[in-house]
């Protein structure tokens, strides 16, 4: 399958690029000069004015500081220990703008001159979570939300966010200033809505690219004679809703499809789940879009 982002550029299917859950969430701070990391009684005292009870775990210079903050514990059945979870922050290392793929570029809709940011920048600074694999998703995203917000008012040289496991690009500002509230302000980072033109055919698709990351399937359209800016923002409401109800939708349900571009309950759309048709390979509920479907689908 070819696809174009703008009905120029040909990119091409590529499954054996996989999408798996992320044991260690990354999330890099870009810079266009390099910086000095804070020391970690500095990064601990603001942690400790955000979460409370927090402890420095390791503070390695040049190297990382990680905090273990007591209000996400992460049981372990098997060793009967609970354990709280960590993040981390890694010192800064360069940045090369190429590490970017061309796919990847092609779906930067949210950030203004998204290329030209990415290209200006030569350092990163990589923010994770550690040992939190194991928290309830929303809890995790919740963690990791608060932990970017905090490390970008540390930094006020960080230009843009790259998230890898979302191909999202953010700069520092747009997420001071997310519009999301409560655990949905993980969505704003964490998830990028994509879109793409077929080669060769009226058709497109839309999919969401991020919810794979914390256990979640992602959302997939393959679709003709729609708006897709109208897909698109149906796709923002279905990833809410699997995001804030832990994905009920089961194989053969509906939700709620699209009327002169406007949600309505009205109009049903059946859900299965399969992998992902554009890279990475993943798990997405497809969501068929009735008439305006295209491809072939099971009944």
């Not at 054996?16 to 005292?45: N, V």
């Not at 990791?144 to 843009?160: K, N, Y």
């Not at 704003?188 to 994509?194: A, K, T, W």
């Amino acid at each position: 399958m070819g696809t174009s982002d703008n009905g120029q550029e040909v990119l091409r299917q590529n499954l054996e690029e996989k999408g798996t859950f992320q044991a260690l969430y990354q999330m890099h701070l870009l810079f266009r000069e390099k910086g000095k990391r804070p020391e970690g009684k500095k990064i601990l005292g603001r942690l400790q004015k955000e979460f409370g009870q927090v402890d420095l775990v390791a503070d390695v210079d040049h190297s990382l500081a990680t905090f273990a903050i007591a209000d996400f514990p992460v049981e372990y059945k098997k060793d009967k220990k609970v354990i709280p979870a960590q993040v981390l922050m890694a010192d800064f290392t360069p940045f090369d703008p190429a590490s970017v793929d061309r796919m990847q570029r092609s779906q930067l809709w949210d950030c203004p001159d998204g290329e030209k940011l990415l290209d200006s920048c030569k350092y990163k600074l990589m923010l994770s979570d550690f040992l939190a694999a194991g928290l309830e998703y929303k809890l995790r995203c919740r963690m990791l939300a608060r932990w970017l917000e905090i490390a970008l008012e540390l930094f006020d040289d960080c230009v843009g966010v790259w998230i890898p496991a979302s191909g999202k690009l953010l700069t520092r500002q747009q997420l001071l200033n997310n519009p999301y509230r409560g655990d949905d302000r993980f969505l704003y980072f964490g998830v990028n809505i994509r879109f793409f033109n077929i080669q060769g055919t009226e058709d497109m698709m839309v999919d969401s690219l991020g919810l794979y990351a914390v256990g979640l399937p992602d959302v997939q359209y393959h679709f003709h004679g729609l708006d897709p800016n109208d897909v698109v923002d149906h796709a923002y409401r279905a990833v809410g809703y699997l995001f804030g109800h832990d994905a009920p939708v089961k194989p053969g349900e509906t939700i709620g499809g699209l009327k002169d571009g406007q949600l309505s309950a009205e109009v049903h759309w059946p859900c299965r789940y399969e992998k992902a048709l554009l890279q990475p390979e993943r798990e997405v509920m497809d969501i068929c879009p009735g008439e305006y479907a295209s491809g072939n689908r099971p009944e």
